[in-house]
């Protein structure tokens, strides 16, 4: 039995002899008829292959796998993906950089999205976060004004220096992750050996509908590699897509990476006495006071048979919890519980979890009706409103668990700066980070990548930004601002002790 097929038109009609290459003329060297129809289709077909790129996290790479819960964590949550011990869930993933452009290279230095979807029983988890614990910004207001300086100068659409740093000097809540992008953690070698977070506040409800908050942490079992800078550079021009070569050639040698998941667990009652905003991006979770929770692991084990179907067409949201999981006050979740699913719809369309690879593999119901692509049976005969007397659905009043209350709280515009306790204090986390956890190589290379990227400030503003950002460097450490202040040849004599 021959496997090979007739070719066909997209409307099944066949395709002659001749007529998938030759046009249709009058004579063979006339004028190409607009009766061709099929040289109409393909044309128009291949004008359309191109969907909008991502705004962020446009160059990445994916493959579907299985989470394996290995410890209970009932205690916690009552989603149904965390039953029982050994119970396993269909998944899939995406990492990604988060500046570059789709065709940009895999080892920029750019912090790494992790994005995590698992096809359960109650609906689809998506957990989306990064290679980081923290973020640059703590408000999604700032969040498009953040990318504008990640991507292209307006007038000379170069990279631009002087925008980033522009931005981070007059934010120093952005400190933490700049100086965690600016070690070697800013470019890993490869999506394998990185670890992964919610980076977010979440929130767990369990089968009493007791709440706690959570942070997600997925630990490589490959074991962490960077790049320094110089490798980093070098590497863009070697093999551009060194991450997604990497991650696709381990999975065809049957190496399924692998990475351990645990959570941290704060309490409402702990979340009063943090000494930071418990829900604020820009801030982790001591581990010493709040330790890790190992509750299963993730592994990767299948390559996308189509990387556009697939990779490219896959879109996360936090929208997407379970019951059992939740939001926390963290206000850049509560950005992009509206900016994700926005994205996709403007990217993709309004019926991007149709796709195979964001459909719910569980039956599904709601009154959403019509839209472009909408090639399920779009509810049939069924009534497209609610509340309505034939179709008997109802709303689960469990769902998230009890309403509770988080303090006494008025909504409105506030300076969180002046009102909420320790916001204002960007400095001694990534101190911590610079002074007691790298070791003196981590350190210089630390000091070298920041003086490499801050040399590329210019423009009549110069002088301003770099002082202004060299302040908030001295206030993390002196030893990082006097070596960056040396490396960059600016006299801070006047800011030594005497």
Known sequence: ?????????NAGCPVGKG????????????????????????????????IPERIVHAKGGGAFGKFVVTHDITQYSRAKIFAEIGKETKMFARFSTVGGERGSADTERDPRGFALKFYTEDGNWDLVGNNTPVFFIKDAKKFPDFIHTQKRDPKTHYKS????????????????QVLILMSDRGTPDGFRHMHGFGSHTFSMVNDKNERVYVKFHHRTQQGIKNFDGPTADKMRGIDPDHSQRDLVESIERN????????????????????????FDVTKTWSQKEYPLIEY???????????FFRDVEQAAFAPTNVVDGIGFSPDKMLQGRIFAYPDAHRYRIG?????????????????????GAMRF??????????????????????????????LDDATVGYFDRNATDKGDEDHYTQPGILFDQVMDDHAKQNTINNIVGAMSGIDGPKKDEIVMRQLCHWFRVSPRL?????QGLGVDVSEFMPK
């Open 1 to 9: 039995m021959s496997d090979k097929s007739k070719i066909t038109t």
């Open 19 to 50: 007529q998938y290459e030759n046009s249709q003329t009058v004579g063979s060297r006339g004028p190409v008829l607009l009766q061709d129809f099929f040289l109409h289709e393909k044309m128009a077909q291949f004008n359309r292959e191109r």
């Open 161 to 176: 220096p002087t925008m980033m740093w522009d931005f981070w000097s007059l934010n120093p809540e952005s400190l933490h």
């Open 255 to 278: 190496e399924f990476p692998r990475w351990t998941m645990y959570i941290q667990v704060m309490t409402e009652a702990q979340t009063k006495e943090f000494p930071w905003n418990p």
């Open 296 to 306: 299963g692991y993730f592994e990767l084990n299948q390559i996308p048979e189509n």
């Open 350 to 370: 309004t019926n991007f979890e149709q796709l195979p690879v964001n459909r719910c593999p569980y039956m599904t119901t709601n009154y959403h009706r019509d």
């Open 376 to 405: 399920d049976d779009n509810g049939g005969s069924a009534p497209n409103y609610y509340p309505n007397s034939f179709d008997g659905h109802y709303e689960d009043e469990n769902y998230q668990g009890e309403p509770y209350q």
């Open 481 to 485: 601002g006097a070596g960056i202040a």
